[in-house]
């Protein structure tokens, strides 16, 4: 588990980011009076957060990244924070970070409550383990950012609507959004790239589950989890409504593909949350493996 002032070190440079992001809304300031120094200091933080990443699960997690829960919520608030960057520095006018740097923080927060959750150590099969981690890593970062894009792309829908900054523009006078043809085509790669990395991790996440069958494992049953089911049913689904709009020319309606991509995440939350609080076999909270991880690294040390 990542020290407390580690998290709290890069924790608190979002935070401090997300303050400023306040302060432009609310008031008018230019933002080319600090922006070199403000990215300076907001790609700093990101290398010290992947920095700590590295330095903890690389090389006192026996080379395994992703291979718990923790490591998994800081790598997506990671990923979230390189979004951000290049938000930053491609669109520099807008309020991003009003909307990104939350779910940082949320995942950052998220990340002390599963604690030191690992997931299955199953199988042997660690270049498929990793490649099904990695795109089910990937597919959570791309709806995210789904989420957040489609929830600015209403927002703006409303203020061009009511020609105002915002609803309760009292509260963020200065708002300014991405056009609405920016966040469309943004809902739109983003919830196509998320079904393909969705794609790879069902596929590769069965072809797990029938390589321990064949190895005699007792814990192969694809449709014994109720994660291998979330997800399996959530890729059906993304197929059958990407399908649907495409066939009926509305694939590039701004307005369906936002809600889709609204739906995705929602989706995939409840998803996680029952893998979480039903303790599914992705997650085993258990000590004895924490206790043989300890071991293992005071006898790195030793040596």
């Known amino acids: 588990m990542l020290c407390n002032i580690e998290i709290f070190c890069f924790s608190t440079g979002y935070l401090i980011a997300f303050g400023l992001e306040l302060i432009r809304s609310r008031r008018q300031i230019n933002i080319d009076n600090f922006f070199a120094l403000f990215l300076v200091a907001v790609i700093s933080n990101s290398f010290v957060h992947f920095a700590c990443l590295i330095s903890h699960f690389l090389f006192q997690n026996n080379m395994q990244i992703v291979s718990g829960m923790q490591g998994w919520f800081l790598l997506l608030a990671w990923g979230l924070s390189l979004f951000y960057i290049y938000c930053l520095i491609f669109h520099s006018n807008k309020q991003f970070g009003l909307f990104i740097l939350p779910f940082v923080l949320l995942l950052i927060a998220g990340s002390f409550c599963v604690g030191e959750t690992f997931f299955s150590e199953k199988t042997t099969f660690q270049l498929i383990r990793g490649l099904h981690g990695i795109s089910l890593l ?127 995440f929602l989706f995939l939350l409840i998803i996680l949350l029952i893998g979480i609080l039903n303790q599914a076999p992705h997650w085993k909270k258990t000590q004895e493996l924490v206790r043989q991880q300890k071991l293992s690294a005071a006898q790195s040390l030793i040596k």
């Open 138 to 264: 990937i597919t959570t970062l791309l709806v995210l950012i789904g989420f957040v894009t489609g929830g600015m792309y209403f927002m703006q829908k409303s203020r061009l609507k009511r020609k105002s900054s915002l609803p309760g523009n009292s509260l963020f006078p200065n708002v300014n959004l991405p056009t609405l043809e920016w966040l469309q085509i943004a809902n739109r790669r983003s919830i196509k790239l998320s079904v393909i990395f969705l794609g790879i991790g069902v596929l590769s996440g069965f072809d797990l589950n029938f390589r321990m069958i064949n190895a005699g494992s007792n814990h192969g049953n694809p449709f014994g989890d109720a994660m291998i089911v979330g997800t399996t049913f959530l890729f059906g689904i993304m197929i059958l409504l990407l399908s649907i709009l495409s066939w009926t020319n509305r694939l590039n309606d701004g307005k369906k593909i936002a809600l889709l991509t609204i739906f995705c």
